[in-house]
């Protein structure tokens, strides 16, 4: 096996979730790396795994020793800034993408649900992810951005595109999609380039209006930072909301009993989305880079290696999760870590929150005995870092 970079730890799935067994189900795979080898170096993929609740955590809440620094795959961005500039950036975003202004967006949100769950309620069969899990999240994110929602499915193909994995472990395969990457970066960034011409000419009631206007002590947010960040958005904020909705389902699905108790106590269904994201993480691993040698659990790792946190397994990690293969929907505490930890926890966590018990309330509301449609082979995303299935119908009695 030809050594190949460590820049290809991000986009190739490790060689024991090589099956679609076990992509569909990968948390198996994980208990028993968190048993046999909590810290580990990958030859295959040339980077160090990380399975533990505890070692994850310190992973993440060091970034002076784990860095989120790059070398490409999608543009700078917060997301790939190490502190002093991330803090710079994240501050300046702050002011505009605030928890208020993402709880004003409720009964909007609440309007889309109901809009593309109208033509299917009394047909008892829905194409979850492409009638539901996939537009809601895009409408959402492009009328925040204030893009008119009928780019959309353009977006759809532009987020998709960010978040792909490799194919296989070729050279070529990886060169395609990171070619590809790149000219759906071009694409976006004349894309927004425009609309953000527009918005200096005349602003909007919208979060770019607002993101040309942030300002921390005469600071700024440069175009490109802008620009950067709606692109960040879409691919950081639609396919892992659409996930969530959908392993949300699925695991209705899978446990049928939880139907009927989130029905009849619905003041559960947030703690039940909590526990969605520790159960089945639309984000499953975290890639940092060492800045310097540091020991973990009696490993050396060297300076300049790729570390992957197996956030899929550190929600599993017994230690910290009593019952943790168990789905417990009002389970208390929860410190999952579904929307990572630390400086870059997950910026739009509180819209993905409301978004899932949006649609949890409507769906339970609207549908009983909610199920996978028999004889379904589901298909797993192509993706090392993202858990989730392509499709996933289901029938269920109208209500
Ligand atoms: C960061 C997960 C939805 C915007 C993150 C991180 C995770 C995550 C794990 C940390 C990455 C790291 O440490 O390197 C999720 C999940 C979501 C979700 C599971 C849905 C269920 C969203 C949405 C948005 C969003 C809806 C925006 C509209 C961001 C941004 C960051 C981020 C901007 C970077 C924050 C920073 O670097 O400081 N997300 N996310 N995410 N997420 Fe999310």
Known sequence: MKKISNKYANYIPMRELNTVEHQLFPF????????????????????WDVFRYEDVQYVLKNPKLFSSRRNRANRESMLTQDPPKHK????????????RKIEELAPHIQNIADDLLAPHLQQGQLQLVYDLATPLPVIVIAELLGVPSSDRDRFKEWSDILVKGARNDSDEAFQELMEEKDRTNAELGAYFGRIIQERR???????????????????HLTEDEIISFCILLLAAGNETTTNLITNAVRILAEQPELQQQLREHPEMIPTAVEETLRYYP???????????????????????EQVISWVGAANRD????????????????????????????????PL???EGRVVLNTLLRHMDRIALVEGTQLEPI??????????????????
């Open 201 to 219: 000419q005349s602003a909007q009631d919208d979060l770019i209006s607002l993101l040309i206007a942030a300002d921390i002590e005469g600071e």
């Open 352 to 354: 993905a929150r409301l």
């Open 318 to 349: 017994e230690q910290k999760f009593a019952n943790s293969d168990t789905f417990i929907p009002d389970r208390k505490p929860n410190q999952h870590m579904g929307f990572g930890f630390g400086i870059h926890f997950c910026l739009g966590a």
């Open 28 to 47: 198996d795979v994980y208990n028993e790396l968190l048993e046999q080898s909590p810290v580990r170096y990958d030859e295959n993929r040339s980077c």
């Open 88 to 99: 710079q950036l994240r501050d300046l975003v702050n002011q505009a993408f605030t928890p």
């Open 382 to 399: 192509q993706s090392a870092f993202v858990f989730g299935v392509k499709e996933y119908p289901i029938t269920f009695q109208p209500i």
């Open 282 to 304: 639309p984000i499953v691993a975290i890639g940092r880079v060492a800045k310097e040698d540091i020991e973990l659990r009696g490993q050396q790792i060297r300076e300049g």
